[in-house]
């Protein structure tokens, strides 16, 4: 029998599932931890070991697919002109292209800036500014210190196409740079597909960094995009549908990882209420947003920082040393809790990330006074009737109170500003396979709708 396999090296844990071609079933899943910090290849053979002994039949595995978040997934820096406008828009390029923005910058750089770039760890700089026919001066400011500090990191620039042709006189044959459509052509109206496509062909070609990763590549058939994008991937097709299937309509993705929470949410996230105005710059359909400082153990301290003490207690029934608990899972990035004092502290740090960050995800609604009397501003998505929210990442997946993690992401009363969801239906990603269906919607989009609504279930 054909098999597909598909492989996510995860920061924490190497997590494979092994797909039945002719019955679009799950053969069975596995997973190991990822041995970042030595070689993958020894994690990815842990887990393929482990899968081996669970098929008790021959499968021919006609392609090994695989996406990857090791070595602390692809790290973007993103440059603009204005914060609110250029600068956020390539931001949101990055972030849905399944990167990590570890800092945006805007307007002119100066030196010390440069410095820092250069002595960053980031994987590509994302170049953006201007509309089309509008500000050239940042954007050619930009690359001209780019170009005198010898950045030796592949450049995409997305920016005002005007000055496209100088910005590559400048960066002549010094610097690895690719050219693709604005991020923000005209005033808050954001293009961010061409750069997000561009991101990916460049970590398909040579972002691959963690220690071993070059010996897997041997192995498989390819490793198609980083984690995060796979997922979206997987919302976006289970959402919209194919032309030959039917999505299930809008929904929003959590996932808690170990080292970040990812939101995704596929939704127009225009106001339910009348007498609200749009704000800020257009949302874009297919939207996700990393927390860097919300995980479950190589950012337990940030979120112990994010949280204090009075917001954990919020989520614990029984006594703990907080700051105790947190350094634990900071120093033990392995840590496996398996007491019930230790699933209890786990499952609330996992409810405080959920929290968070669909707070920060969604948008909000304030009022203002104008000559008609109160109306409201809405910036952001409003998502207060989002119907359905699906839950997936370790500790949600292998918790037995998943929609009680879940239910931390809902509007309340606490906070009413926030467009939070109110009552969406909760899905579990129960066999943890959305990286896997979004590497399948890259071959199949249609098997990968219609095994996602096999295997995304009701809580």
Do not use: W
Not at 61 to 72: M, Q, R, T
Not at 173 to 192: R, S
Not at 316 to 322: A, G, N, P, V, Y
């Amino acid at each position: 029998m054909d098999a597909y396999l598909f492989i996510d090296f995860g920061s924490t844990f190497t997590k494979l599932t092994l797909v039945d071609i002719a019955k679009e079933e799950i053969i069975a899943t596995e997973k190991s931890y990822t041995t970042v910090e030595t070689d993958v290849t020894i994690g990815y053979k842990n887990a393929l070991d482990k899968l081996n002994k669970k098929v008790n039949r021959e499968y021919n595995i006609v392609k090994k697919l695989a996406c990857s978040s090791a070595a602390g997934g692809l790290k973007i820096i993103a440059i603009g002109l204005v914060p609110e406008l250029t600068a956020e828009a390539a931001k949101r390029a990055a972030l849905g292209a399944g990167a990590k923005v570890i800092k945006t910058y805007s307007f002119n750089l100066n030196n010390d800036e440069l410095s820092e770039i250069k002595n960053s760890n980031a994987d590509i700089i994302l170049l953006a500014g201007g509309t089309n026919g509008g500000n050239s001066d940042c954007i050619l400011h930009n690359a001209q210190m780019i170009f005198n500090y010898k950045l030796a990191i592949p450049i995409v620039v997305a920016g005002n196409k005007s000055c496209i042709d100088e910005v590559k006189r400048i960066f002549a044959e010094d610097i690895e740079y690719y050219v693709t459509e604005n991020v923000m052509p005209d005033l808050n109206h954001i293009n961010v597909e061409p750069a997000r496509e561009t991101i990916r062909n460049i970590f398909m070609k040579n972002i691959i960094h963690a220690k071993g990763m070059e010996n897997v590549q041997d192995t498989i058939s390819e490793i198609l995009m980083p984690t995060p994008a796979s997922v979206l991937k997987a919302a976006e097709v289970l959402s919209v549908g194919t032309k030959d299937e039917d999505g299930i309509g809008d929904l929003a993705v959590i996932d808690v990882g170990g080292a970040t929470t990812d939101v995704h949410s596929i939704a127009e996230g225009a106001p339910s209420k009348p007498s609200v105005m749009l704000r800020g710059l257009e949302e874009p359909h297919s939207k996700r947003t990393v927390e860097g400082d919300l995980g479950m153990r190589y950012s337990a301290m940030s979120v112990f920082e994010a949280a204090g003490t009075k917001f954990m207690k919020k989520y614990l029934q029984s006594s703990f040393d907080i700051e105790k608990e947190f350094e634990k899972r900071s120093e033990h990035t392995d840590f496996v809790a398996e007491s019930q004092e230790d699933i209890e502290f786990d499952e609330a740090i996992a409810k405080v990330c959920v929290d968070i960050s669909m707070k920060r995800h969604a948008g909000v609604v304030e009022p203002i006074y104008s000559p008609m009397g109160m109306m409201y501003s809405q910036t952001g998505k409003d998502l207060m009737e989002l119907p359905y929210l699906i839950g997936t990442g370790g500790i949600i997946v292998n918790s037995k109170n998943a929609d009680k993690i879940l239910e931390a992401a809902l509007f309340s009363m606490d906070d009413p500003t926030s467009l939070k969801p109110r009552h969406p239906k909760t899905l579990l990603d129960e066999r943890y396979i959305l990286s896997a269906m979004g590497l399948l919607t890259m071959i199949n989009p249609n098997m990968a709708i219609r095994m996602l609504k096999k295997y995304i279930v009701k809580l």
